[in-house]
């Protein structure tokens, strides 16, 4: 079976492509509940308990009942049936009421990326909350690159720098010191980003506006999947290096953090 071609459905393993959940599901009809994609390394996954931690809060934020266990359950059920394999588990939780997990493959290499500025505003009654309301990411992404970036960079209307669609910002200034904007700005509480701000002591939270951006040495996406990914420019500011010291300084610390973290679990 390929890497992309496993699920779970509310405890039962089987194929992806025979996974099938009624069209009523408001989760589908309205993008109604929750969801966490988990990093799995060789067939182990990192930060699981964040991700469950982050889970339930959101579910509870958003008034869903969920089983934590049966969700825990379902991801062990699922990787023990995947065999050693490395990638990222998708688990979302419906407000229909099912429990699904996909296995999915996450791209091997990370090469500098190019962004191009979306504005938006983060829906305030969704704070602390990860929904399976994703089209106005998803529509950023297609955006930017029709502008012909890869990746969307988040700024608000008044020119406050976010984050992207699907990963935490991170800029320098100074060449010595990364910043990153604070969650009172309204960007999600990343798992990655949190570790990285307790992992570099020249890290921290700072607002970052758009006009600021001309000035940055180095910048990098940071996220599950992407772990630390350098940014070569934003619309046409291009940075000075990318990857910039900092960044690969970033990202060899987060490697080694989940390698530890995997080999004393
Ligand atoms: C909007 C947004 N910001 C940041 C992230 C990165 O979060 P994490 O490090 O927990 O993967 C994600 C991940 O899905 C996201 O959707």
């Known amino acids: 079976m390929s890497l992309s071609a496993l699920a779970v459905l ?117 704070d602390g909350v990860k929904s399976l309301s994703y089209a106005g990411n998803m529509l950023a992404q297609r955006v930017a690159k029709e502008r012909g970036a890869d990746e969307a960079l988040l700024v608000t209307p008044h020119g406050r720098v976010l984050e992207a669609p699907t990963s935490s910002f991170f800029v320098s200034f100074d060449g010595e010191t990364l910043v990153t904007p604070p969650l009172s700005d309204r960007v999600l509480d990343s798992i990655t980003r949190r570790r990285l701000l307790s992992l570099l002591p020249d890290a921290r939270e700072e607002v970052v506006t758009a006009d600021s951006l001309g000035r940055a040495r180095e910048a990098f996406l940071a996220s599950t999947t992407r772990e630390v990914q350098a940014i070569a420019r934003v619309d046409d500011v291009v940075l000075p290096v990318a990857p910039g010291p900092l960044t690969e300084a970033a990202a060899r610390a987060f490697s080694a953090h989940v390698r530890d973290e995997i080999a004393s679990a």
């Open 10 to 126: 509310d405890g039962t393993v089987l194929p992806a492509d025979e996974a099938t959940i009624g069209v009523t599901d408001l989760g589908l009809l309205r993008g109604d509940g929750v969801f966490e994609v988990i990093k799995i390394y060789d067939g182990r996954p990192f930060a699981l308990d964040d991700h469950l931690r982050r889970m339930a809060t959101s579910a509870k934020n958003l008034r869903l009942e969920i089983d934590l266990n049966a969700v825990r359950a379902d991801v062990d059920a699922l990787l023990t049936e995947a065999g050693p394999v490395s990638g990222a588990v998708r688990f979302l939780v419906s407000r229909g009421g099912r429990r699904i997990g996909l296995v999915e493959a996450t791209p091997a290499a990370h090469p500098p990326l190019a962004l191009a500025r979306v504005e938006y505003v983060p829906p305030r009654i969704l």
